[in-house]
């Protein structure tokens, strides 16, 4: 879950900077709570030292400092997931979970003509979990790999979370390769001998053949928020509260703003979130994909242009004012998949959204659970293996929050040379797995 886009440098107007936006009276976000002391930490302080300078930030601006500021950033020096941290993801949840994404690129693999190398690349790979599991996925399926030569690409900007990668997923017995100035600072080879890479951006990952995965990723990265007006669309702005010393309130701009180009003509909602880093990141994607081949898989929690307002904060599993005590605390907007699919511009086929709860189903989720349970005599495990389908799979919890998403080259759905045999007039593609039954040929 961390960012690797490079910023989005649109500049504001000389006229938001030099006008004090009008209040904005929104929802949820503040608790209109004295602040307590604890509250005002170094974070807070660096960003109304910024206000009192240059005047009220975006809210892609707060998410930017407040996530990945170098020095105070939160992701930037802490290990945020699991049961002591803030949040919990699905592969840390359950083995099946990335068990099952593992069997989704060797699906794809096989089904797209199964290229002698490819590259395993992750953007926010967190603790390196879901990757451990995909790899231990590859390696039991080794006779079916034998022949293709692979290699992992891990895009962090954490040096707190690419440790513990490094810890998860390298050989011990093989020294790593640091340099902090290269864009790969660091190297080093699996446990089951594969190389492995580490990268800031996604542009400085070598193209070529590859598979992307991206999980709760895009979910982290920087949105503008817009209020609808009757004079138009207006950005919100986060300005320091003139009523009370240190604490934050959101402010509306008193006119247009540059992120405004994002909305899509004749929008009907009255408040969107939209996210340009994103934006570049798919087309990023888009490009490497139509024009070397390979796929993207992106799970998340989203919607297809629906939503309005969601914005939130999340500390010791629940849910937190976004504004109070800015850096000790996770932030996140649900994506936005039909943003997704515009920024792909045609380049490349998009599958989904879907529920993670038909998706795992397609992959065959029951049957893995089946075996684990068949296979497993303690008690104790049989119990989190049930309560690990549960949470992944109830609707009620990440069954219907989640979604995947897929970016595909055209001839993958529609046929390629490949697939053409002898007695076939026609290309017959076959069924992409998860968005459909998996299915083996």
């Not at 096989?110 to 390196?128: D, M, N, W, Y």
């Not at 231990?136 to 979370?161: A, P, T």
């Not at 004012?321 to 943003?339: N, R």
């Amino acid at each position: 879950m961390s960012v690797l886009a490079r910023p989005y440098a649109g500049p504001l107007s000389a006229a938001v900077r030099a006008v004090i936006p009008c209040l904005w009276r929104g929802n949820y976000f503040s608790s209109g709570k004295e602040p307590a002391e604890n509250s005002v930490t170094p974070m807070l302080r660096h960003l109304m030292y910024k206000i009192k300078s240059t005047g009220p930030i975006t809210v892609a601006e707060y998410m930017k400092e407040v996530l990945t500021n170098p020095v105070k950033g939160y992701y930037m020096y802490r290990d945020m997931l699991g049961e002591k941290g803030d949040f919990i993801t699905s592969p840390e949840i359950s083995q099946i979970f990335g068990e099952l994404l593992g069997i989704w690129f060797i699906s794809e693999w096989i089904a797209t003509g199964k290229s002698s190398t490819f590259q395993l690349v992750e953007l926010g790979p967190g603790r390196g979990t879901l990757t451990g599991d995909i790899l231990r996925v590859f390696s039991q399926l080794g006779s079916v790999l034998k022949n293709c030569d692979i290699s992992i690409h891990l895009v962090e900007v954490s040096q707190k979370l690419s440790e513990i990668q490094a810890l998860r997923l390298t050989e011990e017995k093989v020294p790593l390769e640091q340099n902090a100035g290269s864009p790969v600072f660091m190297k080093g080879v699996t446990k089951s001998g594969i190389p492995i890479s580490w990268y800031r951006y996604l542009q400085d990952v070598p193209k070529g053949y590859s598979f992307y995965l991206a999980h709760e990723f895009f979910d982290v990265l920087p949105v503008h928020k817009f209020q609808k007006t009757p004079q138009g669309w207006r950005e919100i702005f986060i300005d320091i509260d003139p009523q009370v010393s240190d604490k934050l309130r959101f402010v509306l701009a008193p006119c247009s703003t540059p992120a405004e180009v994002f909305i899509q003509p004749g929008e009907m909602r009255d408040h969107v979130e939209v996210c340009p880093d994103a934006g570049v990141i798919i087309q990023e994607l888009s490009q490497r994909i139509a024009g070397t081949g390979g796929a993207a898989l992106i799970a998340d929690y989203g919607h297809d242009g629906t939503k309005t307002d969601t914005f939130r904060g999340f500390c010791d599993h629940k849910l937190h004012d976004v504004l109070t005590a800015p850096g000790k605390a996770d932030l996140t907007a649900d994506v936005d998949f039909s943003f997704l699919r515009r920024m792909a511009q045609g380049k490349v086929a998009s599958l989904g959204p879907i529920k993670q709860q038909i998706f795992l189903k397609n992959m065959g989720i029951d049957v893995r659970l089946k075996v684990l349970l068949d296979n497993s005599d303690e008690a104790s495990m049989r119990q989190r293996l049930l309560l690990g389908y549960d949470m992944l799979m109830n609707p009620k919890k990440m069954g219907e929050r989640f979604n995947f998403f897929a970016l595909l080259p055209h001839e993958r759905l529609h046929g390629g040379r490949h697939q053409v045999n002898a007695r076939q007039s026609k290309p017959s593609p076959s069924p992409v797995a998860g968005f459909g039954e998996l299915t083996w040929r």
